[in-house]
């Protein structure tokens, strides 16, 4: 059973696995050039982005931008963006993917504040929120849509809403939430958008989406530069989208599978498919609150994107990911998810983090149970 979906989805949509294999037999170009093979591939990239951009809310594909991973997405807006004297502001809920380049940043002289969250509602303090942007001039806010760790997904609109009245463009981390819960760029109003391919959109590992708003392209520095297939007179990078940020070959074999995963949720609704997810993920929470010397850390009376993080009184979080692994095959993740402040404030740094149960569209009712039913036997070891 596995129950990792957090860490990247598994199983895929078939077809996700069938355009891979069709591009890696059949597929022979890298979508640069002029012959029949590279038109194809150029098509099915085209189409893909056109899928995403229906997914995501944008007003154009050209977007959406594949890029290694969210972690690079996430990298490029936070180094390309960013100068000297420049105040950032994010929360103790982000990934090392924020933290670590934000400590970085902070050498080169930009000024980093992070909110706090309260650790029963697993939600940002607004109040502080609206104090750390307000408080001066604020460039950038990086807004995780949902913890990693505890699943809790944010009012964003408020924020969202927060961070511009003071003037400030956003960041959203959507890679939990992306394919599990609906998002409209564009309705919302977020300038920029990252997020992973291989979670919640089905995709591969190895592919990452970067969405940017409308005119930003100029405001942002490419991480990369070189060879883009367009504008090859020209010694300096193209300001055109995508190519400005898609420097060498693409992953094309894994943008033929996100494209496919993408499809499949259009067709399936993100609606319907986080409405299962959150189903599944009350099952198991109050499943675990019901047995004696669990502590469940996802806040049950809040929105979950599909996240159930625990821990077993006086039992090292690793070694019960090890015995749900060996005893009952059933795979999750344990530890400090690389969101280390998030483990702080939860009080569990110390421990080693926690115990991390993530369902997905494919997980059943039945499987549910029979993680419920191993942890009530570890917990009685």
């Not at 297939?229 to 894994?254: D, F, H």
């Not at 469940?296 to 994107?305: A, E, G, I, Q």
């Amino acid at each position: 059973m596995y129950i990792d979906n957090a860490a990247t989805s598994f199983p895929k949509p078939e077809r996700v696995y069938t355009a891979v294999n069709d591009w890696l037999r059949n597929g022979m170009a890298a979508g640069r050039g002029s012959h029949q093979g590279i038109d194809d591939t150029g098509r099915m990239i085209d189409l893909g982005r056109s899928k995403l951009a229906q997914l995501l809310g944008l007003s154009s594909p050209s977007r959406i931008i594949h890029t290694l991973n969210c972690t690079d997405s996430l990298n490029i807006i936070l180094q390309g963006f960013l100068s000297a004297g420049d105040h950032v502001v994010a929360s103790q809920l982000d990934h090392n993917s924020v933290l670590r380049p934000l400590q970085e940043l902070k050498q080169r002289g930009i000024t980093v504040e992070l909110a706090n969250f309260d650790p029963a509602s697993g939600l940002i303090d607004v109040e502080q929120f609206t104090r750390l942007v307000s408080s001066q001039p604020t460039r950038l806010v990086v807004i995780t849509h949902a913890s990693n760790v505890t699943g809790t997904i944010q009012p964003i609109q408020d924020l969202i809403r927060i961070a511009h009245n003071a003037g400030a463009a956003v960041l959203l981390d959507a890679a939990q939430t992306a394919g599990h819960v609906p998002i409209s760029m564009h309705d919302m109003g977020i300038e920029f958008l990252a997020t992973a391919g291989h979670k919640g959109l089905l995709g591969p590992l190895g592919t990452g989406i970067l969405c940017i708003g409308n005119g930003l392209e100029s405001s942002v520095r490419p991480l990369r530069y070189g060879g883009t297939g367009t504008s090859s007179e020209l010694l300096e990078q193209p300001l055109e989208m995508p190519s400005r940020y898609e420097s060498g070959n693409a992953n094309v074999p894994g943008i033929a599978g996100l494209g496919a995963g993408a499809e499949w949720i259009l067709k399936e609704s993100v609606e319907r498919i986080h409405e299962k997810i959150q189903a599944l993920t009350q099952r198991l929470m109050e499943g675990l609150q019901e047995i004696r010397g669990v502590e469940l850390l996802s806040p049950r009376h809040t929105r979950n994107v599909g996240i159930a993080t625990f821990n077993i009184y006086n039992q090292d979080c690793r070694e019960v990911a090890m015995i749900l692994d060996q005893s009952f095959r059933i795979q999750c993740r344990a530890g400090l998810h690389c969101a280390p402040l998030a483990h702080r404030a939860l009080g569990t740094f110390e421990k080693g983090g926690a115990v991390r149960l993530s369902p997905g569209v494919f997980t059943t009712e039945d499987e549910i149970q029979a993680v419920v039913e191993a942890v009530h036997a570890i917990a009685q070891l």
